[in-house]
Protein backbone atom coordinates (compact mmCIF):
# COMPACT_ATOMS: atom_id res chain seq x y z
CA UNK A 1 0.00 0.00 0.00
CA UNK A 2 1.14 3.54 -0.42
CA UNK A 3 1.30 6.14 2.11
CA UNK A 4 -0.63 8.64 2.70
CA UNK A 5 -3.00 7.18 0.05
CA UNK A 6 -6.78 9.03 -0.27
CA UNK A 7 -10.07 6.71 -0.40
CA UNK A 8 -12.15 8.16 -3.40
CA UNK A 9 -15.63 7.20 -1.67
CA UNK A 10 -17.64 8.46 -4.79
CA UNK A 11 -15.30 6.51 -7.31
CA UNK A 12 -15.79 3.34 -4.76
CA UNK A 13 -20.01 3.93 -5.51
CA UNK A 14 -19.81 4.65 -8.87
CA UNK A 15 -17.76 1.46 -9.08
CA UNK A 16 -19.72 -1.06 -7.46
CA UNK A 17 -23.10 0.52 -8.86
CA UNK A 18 -22.18 -0.30 -12.59
CA UNK A 19 -20.95 -3.55 -11.75
CA UNK A 20 -24.43 -4.18 -9.65
CA UNK A 21 -26.17 -3.38 -12.56
CA UNK A 22 -24.42 -5.37 -14.78
CA UNK A 23 -25.44 -8.70 -12.28
CA UNK A 24 -29.10 -7.76 -12.10
CA UNK A 25 -28.66 -7.71 -15.64
CA UNK A 26 -27.80 -11.10 -16.14
CA UNK A 27 -30.89 -11.86 -13.91
CA UNK A 28 -33.31 -10.03 -16.02
CA UNK A 29 -34.88 -11.34 -19.20
CA UNK A 30 -32.91 -11.12 -22.30
CA UNK A 31 -34.33 -10.88 -25.49
CA UNK A 32 -32.60 -11.75 -28.46
CA UNK A 33 -32.94 -8.31 -29.96
CA UNK A 34 -31.03 -7.10 -27.36
CA UNK A 35 -28.04 -9.22 -28.70
CA UNK A 36 -26.83 -6.95 -31.99
CA UNK A 37 -26.48 -3.99 -29.77
CA UNK A 38 -24.95 -5.50 -27.09
CA UNK A 39 -22.07 -7.38 -29.16
CA UNK A 40 -22.40 -3.77 -30.42
CA UNK A 41 -21.15 -2.48 -27.37
CA UNK A 42 -19.21 -4.73 -26.41
CA UNK A 43 -16.93 -4.76 -29.19
CA UNK A 44 -16.92 -1.14 -29.63
CA UNK A 45 -15.89 -0.70 -25.68
CA UNK A 46 -13.48 -3.05 -25.92
CA UNK A 47 -11.76 -2.02 -28.70
CA UNK A 48 -11.78 1.00 -27.27
CA UNK A 49 -9.54 -0.25 -24.36
CA UNK A 50 -7.70 -2.46 -25.93
CA UNK A 51 -6.89 -0.98 -29.44
CA UNK A 52 -7.12 2.51 -28.90
CA UNK A 53 -6.32 3.20 -24.97
CA UNK A 54 -3.69 0.83 -24.77
CA UNK A 55 -2.47 -0.21 -28.19
CA UNK A 56 -2.23 3.31 -29.73
CA UNK A 57 -2.66 6.43 -27.45
CA UNK A 58 -0.41 4.51 -24.71
CA UNK A 59 2.13 2.34 -26.52
CA UNK A 60 1.71 3.95 -29.92
CA UNK A 61 2.10 1.09 -31.78
CA UNK A 62 0.40 1.92 -35.10
CA UNK A 63 -1.27 5.18 -36.20
CA UNK A 64 -4.90 5.95 -37.55
CA UNK A 65 -6.79 8.78 -39.15
CA UNK A 66 -8.23 11.49 -36.58
CA UNK A 67 -11.42 10.59 -37.17
CA UNK A 68 -11.71 6.77 -35.72
CA UNK A 69 -9.25 7.97 -33.23
CA UNK A 70 -12.33 9.62 -32.07
CA UNK A 71 -14.94 7.43 -33.05
CA UNK A 72 -12.53 4.84 -30.32
CA UNK A 73 -12.38 7.48 -27.89
CA UNK A 74 -15.58 7.71 -27.22
CA UNK A 75 -16.26 4.59 -26.82
CA UNK A 76 -13.59 4.25 -24.47
CA UNK A 77 -15.96 7.30 -22.74
CA UNK A 78 -19.46 4.95 -23.16
CA UNK A 79 -18.01 2.55 -21.89
CA UNK A 80 -16.47 4.46 -19.03
CA UNK A 81 -12.80 2.58 -19.67
CA UNK A 82 -11.11 5.90 -17.93
CA UNK A 83 -10.70 9.31 -19.02
CA UNK A 84 -7.95 8.86 -21.45
CA UNK A 85 -5.05 11.51 -19.45
CA UNK A 86 -5.35 9.27 -16.17
CA UNK A 87 -5.43 5.89 -18.33
CA UNK A 88 -2.56 6.53 -20.19
CA UNK A 89 -0.69 8.39 -17.53
CA UNK A 90 -0.98 5.58 -15.19
CA UNK A 91 -0.70 3.18 -17.39
CA UNK A 92 3.05 4.04 -18.65
CA UNK A 93 4.02 4.81 -14.73
CA UNK A 94 3.08 0.61 -14.24
CA UNK A 95 5.37 -0.43 -17.31
CA UNK A 96 7.81 1.90 -15.51
CA UNK A 97 7.70 0.39 -12.05
CA UNK A 98 6.23 -2.95 -13.04
CA UNK A 99 5.71 -5.05 -9.67
CA UNK A 100 7.88 -3.23 -7.71
CA UNK A 101 6.47 -1.38 -4.41
CA UNK A 102 5.78 1.44 -6.67
CA UNK A 103 3.48 -0.32 -9.01
CA UNK A 104 -0.07 0.99 -8.78
CA UNK A 105 -1.52 -1.98 -9.79
CA UNK A 106 0.56 -5.07 -8.65
CA UNK A 107 -0.71 -8.23 -6.67
CA UNK A 108 2.63 -7.67 -4.51
CA UNK A 109 -0.15 -5.20 -2.83
CA UNK A 110 -2.66 -8.16 -2.86
CA UNK A 111 -4.93 -9.16 -5.40
CA UNK A 112 -8.07 -7.20 -4.45
CA UNK A 113 -5.90 -4.11 -4.33
CA UNK A 114 -4.53 -5.16 -7.82
CA UNK A 115 -7.64 -5.67 -9.56
CA UNK A 116 -10.16 -3.16 -8.63
CA UNK A 117 -8.85 -1.20 -5.15
CA UNK A 118 -6.11 0.65 -6.59
CA UNK A 119 -8.83 2.74 -8.39
CA UNK A 120 -10.22 3.81 -5.40
CA UNK A 121 -6.95 3.98 -3.23
CA UNK A 122 -4.78 7.15 -4.91
CA UNK A 123 -1.52 7.73 -3.55
CA UNK A 124 -0.58 11.65 -3.08
CA UNK A 125 0.26 13.22 -6.51
CA UNK A 126 -1.15 10.55 -8.56
CA UNK A 127 -3.17 13.25 -10.68
CA UNK A 128 0.15 15.38 -11.26
CA UNK A 129 1.69 12.10 -11.92
CA UNK A 130 -0.94 10.82 -15.18
CA UNK A 131 -0.71 14.44 -16.32
CA UNK A 132 3.20 14.21 -16.62
CA UNK A 133 3.49 10.78 -17.72
CA UNK A 134 0.48 11.63 -20.33
CA UNK A 135 1.61 15.24 -21.76
CA UNK A 136 1.05 14.31 -25.02
CA UNK A 137 -2.39 12.85 -24.78
CA UNK A 138 -3.24 16.44 -22.93
CA UNK A 139 -2.56 18.07 -26.45
CA UNK A 140 -5.57 16.47 -27.64
CA UNK A 141 -8.16 18.56 -27.16
CA UNK A 142 -11.09 16.09 -26.37
CA UNK A 143 -8.51 14.00 -23.91
CA UNK A 144 -8.07 16.89 -22.77
CA UNK A 145 -11.78 17.81 -22.10
CA UNK A 146 -12.76 14.68 -20.67
CA UNK A 147 -10.10 15.49 -17.33
CA UNK A 148 -13.14 16.74 -16.36
CA UNK A 149 -15.62 14.10 -14.98
CA UNK A 150 -19.43 16.14 -16.06
CA UNK A 151 -18.06 16.45 -19.62
CA UNK A 152 -16.29 12.62 -19.64
CA UNK A 153 -19.54 11.37 -18.98
CA UNK A 154 -21.89 12.41 -21.30
CA UNK A 155 -21.52 10.20 -23.73
CA UNK A 156 -22.04 7.25 -21.20
CA UNK A 157 -25.56 8.90 -20.78
CA UNK A 158 -26.00 9.75 -24.01
CA UNK A 159 -26.17 6.22 -25.06
CA UNK A 160 -27.82 5.04 -21.59
CA UNK A 161 -30.79 7.11 -22.19
CA UNK A 162 -31.11 6.40 -25.85
CA UNK A 163 -31.56 2.30 -24.39
CA UNK A 164 -33.49 3.26 -21.94
CA UNK A 165 -36.33 4.98 -24.05
CA UNK A 166 -35.91 2.49 -26.86
CA UNK A 167 -35.86 -0.89 -25.41
CA UNK A 168 -36.69 -0.22 -21.08
CA UNK A 169 -34.65 -1.18 -18.32
CA UNK A 170 -33.94 -4.94 -18.91
CA UNK A 171 -32.63 -3.54 -22.48
CA UNK A 172 -30.82 -0.79 -20.99
CA UNK A 173 -28.76 -3.63 -18.51
CA UNK A 174 -28.65 -6.07 -21.18
CA UNK A 175 -27.10 -4.04 -23.81
CA UNK A 176 -24.87 -1.89 -21.99
CA UNK A 177 -24.11 -2.76 -18.39
CA UNK A 178 -23.65 -6.46 -19.06
CA UNK A 179 -21.00 -5.50 -21.90
CA UNK A 180 -19.23 -3.26 -19.18
CA UNK A 181 -19.04 -5.30 -16.05
CA UNK A 182 -17.11 -8.26 -18.74
CA UNK A 183 -14.75 -5.09 -20.00
CA UNK A 184 -14.00 -4.13 -16.66
CA UNK A 185 -13.11 -7.15 -15.11
CA UNK A 186 -11.32 -9.02 -18.21
CA UNK A 187 -9.28 -5.61 -18.27
CA UNK A 188 -8.71 -5.88 -14.27
CA UNK A 189 -7.70 -9.35 -14.90
CA UNK A 190 -4.87 -8.11 -16.79
CA UNK A 191 -3.66 -6.04 -13.55
CA UNK A 192 -4.25 -8.52 -11.32
CA UNK A 193 -4.14 -12.36 -12.59
CA UNK A 194 -1.58 -11.69 -14.78
CA UNK A 195 0.88 -10.70 -12.74
CA UNK A 196 0.40 -13.15 -10.16
CA UNK A 197 3.02 -16.54 -10.22
CA UNK A 198 0.20 -19.10 -10.04
CA UNK A 199 -1.49 -18.57 -13.20
CA UNK A 200 -0.60 -18.56 -16.60
CA UNK A 201 2.86 -18.62 -18.62
CA UNK A 202 5.78 -16.73 -19.58
CA UNK A 203 7.56 -16.67 -22.88
CA UNK A 204 10.03 -13.85 -22.03
CA UNK A 205 11.99 -13.38 -18.83
CA UNK A 206 11.18 -10.18 -18.55
CA UNK A 207 12.38 -8.36 -15.24
CA UNK A 208 8.51 -7.92 -13.90
CA UNK A 209 6.09 -11.11 -12.65
CA UNK A 210 3.58 -10.44 -16.20
CA UNK A 211 2.00 -13.86 -17.58
CA UNK A 212 0.26 -14.97 -20.67
CA UNK A 213 -3.07 -15.98 -19.87
CA UNK A 214 -4.77 -18.06 -22.62
CA UNK A 215 -8.56 -17.20 -21.24
CA UNK A 216 -7.79 -13.57 -20.44
CA UNK A 217 -6.67 -13.53 -23.82
CA UNK A 218 -9.53 -14.78 -25.80
CA UNK A 219 -11.87 -12.95 -23.58
CA UNK A 220 -9.67 -9.71 -23.09
CA UNK A 221 -9.49 -9.05 -27.23
CA UNK A 222 -5.58 -10.23 -27.04
CA UNK A 223 -4.69 -7.92 -23.63
CA UNK A 224 -4.18 -12.09 -21.51
CA UNK A 225 -1.08 -12.39 -23.27
CA UNK A 226 0.55 -9.83 -20.85
CA UNK A 227 3.94 -11.68 -20.59
CA UNK A 228 4.40 -10.89 -24.46
CA UNK A 229 3.34 -7.53 -24.38
CA UNK A 230 5.96 -6.62 -21.50
CA UNK A 231 8.20 -8.01 -23.54
CA UNK A 232 7.87 -5.95 -26.48
CA UNK A 233 5.43 -2.87 -25.17
CA UNK A 234 5.09 -0.54 -28.47
CA UNK A 235 4.41 -4.15 -30.82
CA UNK A 236 1.05 -3.91 -31.83
CA UNK A 237 0.54 -7.86 -30.75
CA UNK A 238 0.22 -9.56 -27.92
CA UNK A 239 -0.75 -13.01 -29.29
CA UNK A 240 2.78 -13.92 -30.82
CA UNK A 241 1.82 -17.48 -31.48
CA UNK A 242 -0.64 -18.94 -33.62
CA UNK A 243 -2.76 -20.54 -31.13
CA UNK A 244 -2.69 -17.20 -28.94
CA UNK A 245 -5.72 -15.65 -30.26
CA UNK A 246 -5.28 -11.78 -30.42
CA UNK A 247 -8.88 -10.17 -31.36
CA UNK A 248 -7.29 -6.83 -31.02
CA UNK A 249 -4.46 -8.01 -33.82
CA UNK A 250 -6.42 -8.97 -36.20
CA UNK A 251 -8.71 -5.53 -36.13
CA UNK A 252 -5.21 -3.25 -36.56
CA UNK A 253 -4.38 -5.92 -39.52
CA UNK A 254 -7.60 -5.57 -41.11
CA UNK A 255 -7.93 -1.36 -40.81
CA UNK A 256 -4.04 -1.65 -42.34
CA UNK A 257 -5.37 -3.86 -45.25
CA UNK A 258 -7.97 -1.12 -45.54
CA UNK A 259 -5.71 1.77 -44.66
CA UNK A 260 -6.76 2.84 -42.22
CA UNK A 261 -4.12 2.23 -39.95
CA UNK A 262 -0.06 2.88 -41.04
CA UNK A 263 3.40 2.76 -38.84
CA UNK A 264 2.21 -0.38 -37.83
CA UNK A 265 4.53 -2.42 -35.07
CA UNK A 266 4.63 -5.69 -35.90
CA UNK A 267 6.43 -8.83 -34.03
CA UNK A 268 9.94 -9.84 -36.45
CA UNK A 269 9.26 -13.62 -37.01
CA UNK A 270 12.27 -14.22 -35.16
CA UNK A 271 10.50 -12.85 -31.85
CA UNK A 272 7.18 -14.76 -32.50
CA UNK A 273 9.56 -18.28 -32.79
CA UNK A 274 12.38 -17.16 -29.97
CA UNK A 275 12.10 -18.20 -26.13
CA UNK A 276 14.71 -16.23 -25.00
CA UNK A 277 14.35 -12.58 -26.46
CA UNK A 278 17.86 -11.29 -25.50
CA UNK A 279 18.31 -7.95 -23.88
CA UNK A 280 15.94 -5.82 -26.41
CA UNK A 281 13.02 -8.17 -28.26
CA UNK A 282 13.26 -7.99 -31.96
CA UNK A 283 10.20 -5.78 -33.26
CA UNK A 284 9.47 -4.74 -37.29
CA UNK A 285 9.24 -1.00 -36.54
CA UNK A 286 7.99 0.92 -39.61
CA UNK A 287 8.67 4.35 -37.90
CA UNK A 288 11.62 5.91 -35.90
CA UNK A 289 9.13 7.64 -33.19
CA UNK A 290 10.98 7.36 -29.57
CA UNK A 291 9.76 3.76 -27.82
CA UNK A 292 7.22 4.61 -25.19
CA UNK A 293 7.45 2.52 -22.05
Not at 83 to 89: H, L, N, T
Not at 103 to 114: C, E, K, M, T, V
Not at 191 to 215: A, E, K, L, P, V
Request: hydrophobic residues 45%; aromatic residues 16%.
Amino acid sequence: MFKNEKLNLFIFIVLVALQLFGVIGLLTRFRVSYLPIMLGLFFWGGLSTTLYLHRYLTHRGFEMPEWLKFIFATGSAVVLAGDPVSWVGDHRYHHLKSDTDEDIHSPLHGFPYAHMMWLIRKPPGFRERSKRYAADVRKIWYCRLWENSALYVLPHFAVAMTLYFTLGIAGLLWCLYVPMLVIYNVTWSVNSICHMRQFGYRRFDTSDHSRNNFWIGVIGMGEGYHNNHHAQPRCAAHGLRWWEFDGTRYCIWLLEKCGLAWSVVWPAKKAQHSTDPGPDPTIVISSQAETLA
